[in-house]
């Protein structure tokens, strides 16, 4: 059997939390991956554009001291319900800082996990991102 590319999807994170892997469930996995990496396949893995929430998860706090979530129309973090045990907060990707913020991200991540690829999300299966009703100033506004 050709196996010549490893997709790792959000059940492989540890809480389903992006830039993470579950070292319990998946015990082994970076050395796999090395391994599996100088056989000439791929691994690519899937982020899903979310955070969690305060002090329980560094890309969190890294994303918090930038100010590089949505906002909904009062200012605040706009919320949401995906995959993670906690509400998500999102990354807004038309702040020009965001970009420079996930690639430290990927970068960290990479030093713990190789990968030669990733498929970034924010909806998946043409759902809607978040599983519960968000506030009524959904309508979000740029990050400062």
Request: a neutral charge; one cysteine or more; proline letters at 4%.
């Amino acid at each position: 059997m050709l196996w010549d590319v490893q997709w790792n999807d959000i059940d492989f994170m540890n809480r389903r939390l992006t830039f993470t892997y579950d070292p319990i469930n998946f015990k082994g996995l970076p050395e796999f991956v090395k391994v599996f990496m100088k056989r000439n396949a791929l691994c690519r893995n899937v982020c899903v554009s979310n955070t969690e929430e305060p002090h329980t998860y560094a890309p969190y706090d890294d994303d918090a001291k930038l100010d590089l979530f949505l906002k909904d129309v009062n200012g605040s973090d706009l919320e949401a319900k995906v995959w993670n045990v906690n509400s998500t907060v999102f990354p807004d990707f038309s702040n020009p800082n965001t970009s420079s913020y996930w690639a430290k991200q990927f970068t960290d991540f990479h030093s713990k996990l190789q990968f030669d690829g990733a498929w970034l999300c924010s909806k998946r299966h043409k759902k809607e991102t978040s599983f519960h009703n968000i506030s009524s100033n959904f309508c979000w506004t740029r990050s400062t």
